[in-house]
């Protein structure tokens, strides 16, 4: 039996509608906001014998993040944890904020908000669990991994096909460079700058 939400994309109106409307959301967004555990990580972590513990990034979402703030859109990290690999990973990719330790991701995400000048129609957040679903009344988009939690799905507006720390950002990344008119460029003459994402 079809869902009631299978039913309403049988009516290619509709379909049109919400793709059009998904489409000008995506193409104003000038803030991504990234949950890290889940999201630019597949959510494991490695805790060695000395207590030092330890996360996996994906090289392909250091690119899209590289080219997405060349394309002038802001990029930030809110986690919950405080693991030092975090910060080092925005380093790295020249993620100018990073917040770690966030207990209230709401009072954050609106801190930065008003910090680098960006209103709520103009944000989008990235997440994958219940500590991410506060942030949703102050983003235009809240986005989730296919293998979010259930909770964080239902009340996404965009479920991506990629699952957390296996391409969550080059995903977002190759929509916003199409509807901007900017994937023909990169699919053309690449990446022109070093790469040690």
């Excluded at 109106?13 to 999201?39: A, C, M, P, Q, T």
């Amino acid at each position: 039996m079809k869902s009631m939400k299978s039913k309403l994309f049988d009516n290619q109106l509709i379909r049109k509608i919400f793709f059009k409307n998904l489409s000008e959301k995506i193409s104003s967004i000038k803030l991504l906001v990234f949950d890290i555990d889940g999201v630019l990580t597949d959510g494991k972590i490695l805790i060695e014998e000395n207590g030092n513990v330890s996360k996996s990034f994906n090289v392909k979402d250091g690119l899209a993040i590289k080219l997405l703030l060349k394309e002038g859109i802001e990029v930030v990290f809110l986690s919950g944890s405080d693991s030092n690999s975090i910060n080092l990973r925005a380093k790295q990719l020249g993620v100018k904020k990073c917040i770690t330790g966030a207990k209230n991701k709401l009072n954050e995400l609106k801190n930065i908000q008003l910090e680098i000048g960006f209103n709520k129609e103009e944000t989008a957040y990235v997440g994958d669990d219940l500590n991410d679903l506060i942030v949703k009344e102050n983003v235009s988009l809240l986005i989730s991994p296919i293998d979010g939690h259930s909770e964080m799905k239902k009340k996404s507006d965009f479920i991506l096909s990629s699952k957390g720390g296996e391409g969550v950002v080059s995903e977002i990344a190759r929509m916003i460079l199409k509807l901007n008119g900017r994937l023909n460029y990169y699919s053309k003459c690449g990446w022109i700058d070093n790469n040690d994402a």
